[in-house]
């Protein structure tokens, strides 16, 4: 069992607060990615659990057991870098081999356990070369291999994929999920990349300004965002938002009247530009630009003075200056608070 | 991990180190310069190094050398540096032997020179040859003070330009290639891209070669002393002089402040002529 | 009109042309030096000089078995490999210390090895002297290796520095993850690493030491060093024993640079900062 608590850990860096007062719980074995823009802690936050960094106050447990206060050899932890940090002089076999040998495993284990991992990682035929005679994908494979080796109770990836080509990147992608599921190890893993999240993700924790703004599952997240940033961060184009004036048959948005929450002042609409309709009625629109993408159209209009964008179907005849009307589904409509930026529920 | 006290324990002994050897002895000199027999400040003992008939000599020399030798030595090691970011073959070779007086002396430099312009040195014996002189002559003597003076000078920018290449090859190699294509698409001719672009660019480490080497200028010593023996006067000579024969340490403590004023003065100089304004460099 | 590759041909023309001449300077004083070590010692004081080398070894066995010659020899390397060592040990510590951690004081350490730069160091052998002779370091190898680990020092810290600093700091982390503590991390992964560098900046303190003039003549009475043996016998000393010197005094120097020659720029480059 090696579920991660994390209380109230808040980082500064001189003036500089990293990470205020941090709250989460990862299962058992599940794989929780931390998603966000650079400097919004996410990497801080991993380093803290690795015991590479120290936080300024809080504590971290793993499987029950508090362990801010050890180094990070004593935390059963392993650790994917960024830039894999495969040590160049040593041979692949003596990487995977490095944490193996100082647990001071017998030898043969050591070996067994090399083997089994770099069959697993397909670098069983590069044990015997040194980081500099591999690619960047094969540097990834054996980085990976070396903490696999490890059997940690807990695997800690920063970034992994970012370093690699778009192709090879879909392409390990992938194959980690289906290794990490295998291995059962709790998985935390740190990336910028919001579909590389998606796609890995059991639960994804949105972080920006040193806070983590919502964990849920990838589909929670991206249907019910919790912020307003959470919905204008995740989805590609990302969602549109519209002031809505508060009348008293309900909420005006672009002088269209929609049904919303009961809340006093003003509030934000919001629509995702994929659950968007041309209709005879709904917000009127002028064509500003199209973009033919293929299986659809990306359309940016102007909507009372803002700028909103739909995805249409390719078929669509639009062209600028073009006047229309797009209807939003009913029930993918999201509400926000302007002055706290949070998700008003109806 | 946690490392509060590691990074002090690290540098202690370093530090330390330059506190008992560095800070301390120069403060030792300040007082050796400035105290008088009495325990109190004087400024005699800078009245007896002044009024001494080879100071103003000595100074003059070792200023006028600098100031002949380091403008040479600095448009060289640029030419230098330059040549070989040009070369395509045979590149490491060229670059290890305009590196090699690196590792010579100031001594063995002197000595080698000395072997060039001694009366039966290589210059009389080509000359000879050549059918100019039909008797060797004594260049090196007190009546060639000049000479004497021109051979210092050969042996300094023969020695010491290859330290002022070093860092200029290294600050060229710092600068993109890319900016001197730019000004080259944008019509700039080698000489334009040289002077507009490359110069600029490599101010930070022009200064420190510069400042490097007119600092070490002011400490010349052994080439001087190997060539011209005490023909030639100049500031470390007087000191050592002071210090090993006259046994006057108080005096020799005046002119070590001497060409420490010196060095810092153009130090600051340097510092300040070849500032780079912030946010221009690389 | 010339067209642009008349003009890049005349350019490369000329450009290997300077290059021939400025090897020539460098080389052929060395050249000089060579022939006239390797005549014998009436070739030597005569005139005119040949221009071949003569392939003679009197005069520089003249010169080993000189009176003085062997100890100072000998007290050359004595206090160039105690340089060395000094310098490396109080040195490589600060370096990784300066790149490795952010820590208060940092700043004014750095603005302390560069002041060392600014100043004329050789002169700190005369308050020395005085100093040495109170604790019993005078006219002692170990005395003047001090002085020499002053002017060694800043570039075994720059130099380290430069080293420690082009090690990714991950790779010490990766060691951490996967069981190391702090010094087992630097000797199974650092260590290997830099070692050639660290060598680097060992040879180039034993270059400063062995060449160093000044200092030497001062704080050496009995126990010359090379150097000081030299200088000190240049009124006295009959030629073929000065040329001779000077090309033992040369030769080290050379075999050094070549071996470091490698790490030259990197050392510079980064020293510059």
């Known amino acids: 069992m090696a579920e991660i608590q994390i209380k109230g850990v808040a980082k500064t860096f001189g003036a500089f607060t990293a990470l205020h007062s941090v709250d989460m719980t990862i299962a058992d074995q599940e794989f929780m990615v931390l998603l966000g823009a650079s400097g919004c802690g996410k990497t801080t936050l991993l380093r803290i659990i690795a015991g590479l960094e120290t936080a300024s106050q809080g504590e971290v447990w793993i499987g029950g057991r508090r362990i801010d206060h050890l180094p990070p050899r004593h935390r059963g932890i392993a650790m994917v870098f960024q830039n894999y940090a495969v040590f160049p002089h040593l041979t692949v076999f003596e990487n995977v081999a490095f944490g193996l040998r100082m647990q001071k495993l017998p030898e043969t284990e050591v070996k067994r356990r090399v083997q089994r991992t770099a069959e697993l990682m397909h670098i069983d035929a590069l044990l015997g070369r040194y980081s500099g005679q591999l690619s960047g994908g094969q540097r990834q494979r054996v980085a990976v291999a070396r903490a696999l080796a490890m059997e940690p109770d807990v695997i800690l990836m920063d970034e992994p994929l970012s370093n690699l080509d778009a192709l090879l990147r879909l392409e390990m992608r992938a194959e980690l999920k289906g290794i990490l599921a295998e291995s059962k190890t709790t998985t935390i893993y740190v990336t910028h990349d919001q579909v590389e999240a998606m796609s890995l993700a059991d639960r994804i924790a949105i972080m920006h300004g040193g806070r983590i703004l919502q964990a849920a599952d990838p589909i929670a997240i991206y249907r019910n965002p919790a912020a307003r940033f959470v919905g204008a961060f995740i989805g590609n184009p990302p969602m549109n938002f519209l002031p809505a004036e508060a009348t008293p048959e309900g909420w005006t948005v672009a002088g269209e009247l929609f049904a919303g929450p009961d809340a006093p002042g003003p509030l934000e609409f919001a629509i995702r530009p994929e659950d968007l309709r041309p209709a005879e009625t709904g917000l009127p629109a002028t064509v500003r630009i199209v973009e033919p993408l293929g299986p659809h159209l990306l359309v940016t209009c102007d909507v009372a003075g803002r700028a909103l964008r739909a995805v249409l179907d390719s078929d669509l005849r639009l062209r600028p200056g073009d006047r229309i009307h797009l209807a939003p589904a009913a029930d993918r409509v999201r509400w926000f608070d302007p002055k706290t930026d949070l998700a008003v529920t109806p | 991990m946690p490392s509060r006290g590691l990074p002090y324990l690290l540098l202690m002994p370093a530090a330390i180190f330059l506190a008992v050897f560095f800070l301390y002895p120069f403060t030792l000199v300040a007082w050796e310069a400035f105290s008088g027999a009495d325990g109190g400040l004087t400024l005699a003992h800078f009245a007896t190094m002044a009024g001494n008939w080879k100071f103003s000599s000595a100074l003059e020399n070792t200023l006028l050398l600098a100031i002949a030798v380091v403008p040479i030595q600095t448009a060289m090691a640029l030419a230098m540096a330059v040549l070989v970011t040009k070369i395509q073959r045979g590149r490491d070779v060229v670059l290890y032997i305009f590196t090699i007086p690196l590792g010579i002396s100031d001594l063995a430099a002197g000595l080698i020179w000395f072997a060039i312009f001694d009366q039966t040195g290589f210059l009389n014996s080509a000359l000879h040859t050549l059918g100019v002189v039909k008797e060797p002559v004594i260049w090196l003597g007190y009546q060639n003070r000049w000479v004497i003076f021109l051979a210092v000078m050969l042996a300094e920018i023969w020695r010491a330009t290859a330290i002022m290449l070093v860092i200029l090859v290294a600050g060229l190699g710092l600068i993109p290639k890319e900016y001197s294509e730019a000004a080259e698409v944008f019509g700039a001719g080698p000489w334009q891209r040289f002077r507009r672009v490359t110069l600029p660019l490599l101010r930070p480490s022009l200064q420190t070669a510069l400042i490097l080497r007119t600092i070490l200028a002011f400490e010349v010593f052994a080439v001087v002393y190997a060539l011209g023996g005490n023909n030639l006067p100049i500031l470390m000579g007087q000191t050592f002089h002071w210090q090993f024969d006259l046994q006057d340490y108080h005096v020799a403590a005046a002119l070590a402040m001497v060409i420490l004023g010196i060095s810092i003065g153009f130090t600051l100089v340097l510092l300040r002529v070849l500032r780079v304004p912030k946010g221009a460099g690389i | ?273």
């Open chain 3, 1 to 273: 009109m010339t067209d642009t590759a008349t003009i890049r041909q005349r350019g490369r023309r000329l450009t290997q042309a300077a290059v021939v001449l400025l090897c020539g300077w460098v080389l052929g004083p060395i050249y000089l030096l060579v022939l006239n070590a390797f005549s014998a010692p009436d070739a030597v004081t005569g005139f005119p000089k040949r221009w071949l080398p003569g392939f003679d070894l009197h005069s520089l066995r003249m010169f080993v078995e000189f009176q003085g010659v062997a100890e100072a020899l000998w007290n050359s390397v004595l206090v160039a490999t105690l340089t060395m060592i000094l310098s490396i040990a109080l040195g490589a510590p600060a370096g990784y210390a300066l790149s490795r951690f952010d820590f208060r004081g940092k700043t004014a350490f750095r603005v302390l090895v560069l002041m060392t730069r600014a100043f004329p160091l050789p002169l700190l052998a005369l308050p020395l002297a005085v100093m040495f002779i109170r604790v019993g370091l005078d006219d002692t190898p170990l005395g003047l290796a001090l002085v020499h680990t002053t002017l060694a020092l800043p570039f075994a810290v720059l130099i380290t520095f430069s080293l420690f600093s082009g090690l990714p700091v991950e790779l010490e982390e990766a060691a951490w993850t996967l069981g190391c503590n702090r010094a087992q991390a630097f000797r199974k992964v650092i260590l290997p690493l830099v070692l050639p560098g660290i060598a680097a900046s060992a040879i180039f303190a034993f270059v400063i030491s062995w060449n160093e003039v000044f200092a030497a003549s001062v704080l050496t009475v009995q126990h010359r060093t090379l150097t000081a043996f030299l200088l000190t016998s240049l009124d006295v000393s009959p030629l073929p024993l000065k040329f001779a010197g000077g090309f033992v005094l040369v030769l080290p120097a050379l075999i050094f640079i070549f071996a470091v020659r490698k790490y030259l720029f990197a050392m510079w480059g980064i020293a510059n900062r």
